[in-house]
T-cell receptor
Framework: DQQVKQNSPSLSVQEGRISILNCDYT??????FLWYKKYPAEGPTFLIS?????DKNEDGRFTVFLNKSAKHLSLHIVPSQPGDSAVYFC????????????FGTGTRLKVLA | DGGITQSPKYLFRKEGQNVTLSCEQN?????MYWYRQDPGQGLRLIYY???????QKGDIAEGYSVSREKKESFPLTVTSAQKNPTAFYLC??????????????FGSGTRLTVV
């Protein structure tokens, strides 16, 4: 039972264009959402987060959008750069106190120069 | 520089053997976690510990054991009871009182291969 889904295993985008990575979830109790970026043979690094009381959070080139009614969130990267090429994971957590995160399967982004 | 150190980076194990993966952090974080990553799957939680001498099972704890004798260390033992131990193992930590939007700090992982 995959509670957090990233249905696109890979995405290729031209340098300078927008990258849009999508994530869907099924558990309506989730109210915190995070995006991580992972390079090969390295651990994930935290990128950006959003709580369910907001529908948008922006940090530089990265913006996360949350659509609670659709149980959908997306990460926008504008403009995309070759260094953004990595695997991106979304993660979700409910207000359980321990903040255990459920991770999606990841989307491999390739930014073409 | 503070961070999480996982060792070794690559580990080979014969079937039927136990093996212990090391995770050390110097971030003064209270909580530590072990995740497993398999191809085509997200990270799955094996065990977590919020304080020294206490830990809880995650979603896939069968065949694994942990200890938390020191705040800095959270070793994971993959026992012979684990049916599919070949995977990429990630250790993470978070500070006490961290908010749910702060995220974890991850180590660089250990790739375990059963031969």
């Amino acid at each position: 039972d995959q509670q957090v889904k990233q249905n696109s295993p890979s995405l290729s985008v031209q340098e300078g264009r927008i990258s849009i990575l999508n994530c869907d979830y099924t558990n309506s109790m989730f109210d915190y959402f995070l995006w991580y970026k992972k390079y090969p043979a390295e651990g994930p690094t935290f990128l950006i987060s959003i709580s369910s009381i907001k529908d948008k959070n922006e940090d530089g080139r990265f913006t996360v959008f949350l659509n609670k009614s659709a149980k959908h969130l997306s990460l926008h990267i504008v403009p995309s750069q070759p260094g953004d090429s990595a695997v991106y994971f979304c993660a979700a957590s409910a207000s359980s106190g321990t903040y255990k995160y459920i991770f999606g399967t990841g989307t491999r982004l390739k930014v073409l120069a | 520089d503070g961070g999480i150190t996982q060792s070794p980076k690559y580990l080979f194990r014969k079937e039927g053997q136990n093996v212990t993966l090391s995770c050390e952090q110097n971030l003064n974080h209270d909580a530590m976690y072990w995740y497993r990553q398999d191809p085509g799957q997200g990270l799955r939680l094996i065990y977590y510990s919020q304080i020294v001498n206490d830990f809880q099972k995650g979603d896939i704890a069968e065949g694994y054991s942990v200890s938390r004798e020191k705040k800095e260390s959270f070793p994971l033992t993959v026992t012979s009871a684990q049916k599919n131990p070949t995977a990429f193992y990630l250790c993470a930590s978070s500070r006490d009182g961290h908010g749910p939007l702060d995220g974890y700090t991850f180590g660089s992982g250990t790739r375990l291969t059963v031969v």
